[in-house]
Structures are given as C-alpha cells and as structure tokens.
C-alpha cells in the first residue's frame, strides 16, 4: 500500500501507478463508476436501512472488478485480506 510507505519508496510506487490516476485516464471510466454506484445502490436500496462506511468500502474494489471484468462475489474476502493487511502497516 503506497500510504505505508515514505520518502524514496513511496515516490517510486506512486510514479508507477500514476499514470492511471490521471483525470483523463479516470474519466475514461466515468460510466463504468456510475454503474456500478447504481448497482450497488440497487443492492441496498430494498434492505430499508443503509450503513454508509460499508457500502462505501465495497465501492472501490467494485468499480476495479468491473474494470477487470471479474466478479463481485469476492468482495467479502478481499475486504477481510485487506483488513488483516492494514493491521500490519
């Protein structure tokens, strides 16, 4: 995680990563990023109750697994690793 680190590391992860957060290369996936708020909004809507912290979290790795192509179902997992890797930074 580039935030865990400093000084000439965290130069070196960041000017590798970039390039894809530049506004141009971002708006590029604008529709996918609406979709998939609408999706999961969708999700939440009926449960009649919304906690704003959890569906924020799966946004995020969401929108990369559309962008990937992949599925949604392992959200769940990759927020528990995730999770178990922050406690370790």
């Given amino acids: 995680q580039i935030l865990g680190h ?3 590391k965290h130069q070196r992860i960041r000017k590798s990563v ?3 957060f530049t ?3 971002v708006n590029r996936y604008l529709d996918v990023m ?3 708020a609408n999706a ?3 999700e ?3 449960k009649g109750k919304f906690d704003f912290a959890d569906f924020a979290s799966n946004y995020p ?3 990369l697994c559309a962008v990937m192509g992949t599925s949604t179902e392992e959200i769940p997992s ?3 690793a995730l999770g178990a890797a922050a406690e370790f930074v």
Avoid: F
Wanted: no cysteine; glycine share 8%; aromatic share 4%.
């Fill in 6 to 8: 400093s000084g000439e």
């Fill in 18 to 20: 970039g390039d894809a």
């Fill in 23 to 25: 506004p141009r290369n």
């Fill in 34 to 36: 609406r979709a998939t």
């Fill in 40 to 42: 999961l909004l969708d």
């Fill in 44 to 46: 939440w809507a009926p």
């Fill in 61 to 63: 790795i969401a929108v």
């Fill in 78 to 80: 990759i927020k528990r």
